[in-house]
């Protein structure tokens, strides 16, 4: 079992940066594929970025291209989201997962952290 913890969520002005974290514990991080996820209120859960396990892979959702960087640290087993030019709509609850497989599909990952509630306001 993995154990996955985000951090750094909160409320912040459009234009405004967050970063989140999200700290694996319980397993080897460097075996695992690293995703974020969000969800809005109503909505289902939308893929929001991914990084293979030596980073060379990266992939991000079009509606955050250019705004938000994943990146990994395996020393912290530590996954990192930093999201600037943040806007309303990326108001959500924001979840870090773990995976084998390289895949933007929600399905794909095995573990999950609780998320962490990112606030945008106009």
């Known amino acids: 079992q993995a154990q996955l913890v985000e951090s750094g969520g909160g409320l912040v002005q459009a234009g405004g940066s967050l970063t989140l974290s999200c700290v694996v514990s319980g397993r080897t991080f460097g075996t695992f594929v690293m995703g974020w996820f969000r969800q809005a209120p109503g909505k289902g859960r939308e893929f929001v970025a991914t990084i293979n396990r030596d980073g060379g892979y990266i992939r991000y959702a079009d509606s955050v291209k250019g705004r938000f960087t994943i990146s990994r640290d395996d020393a912290k087993n530590a996954v990192f989201l930093q999201m600037n030019t943040l806007k309303p709509e990326d108001t959500a609850v924001y979840y870090c997962?773990?995976?084998?497989?390289?895949?933007?599909?929600?399905?794909?990952?095995?573990?999950w952290g609780q998320g962490t509630q990112v606030t945008v306001s106009a």
């Open positions: 997962a773990a995976s084998g497989l390289l895949t933007v599909d929600a399905q794909g990952y095995s573990y």
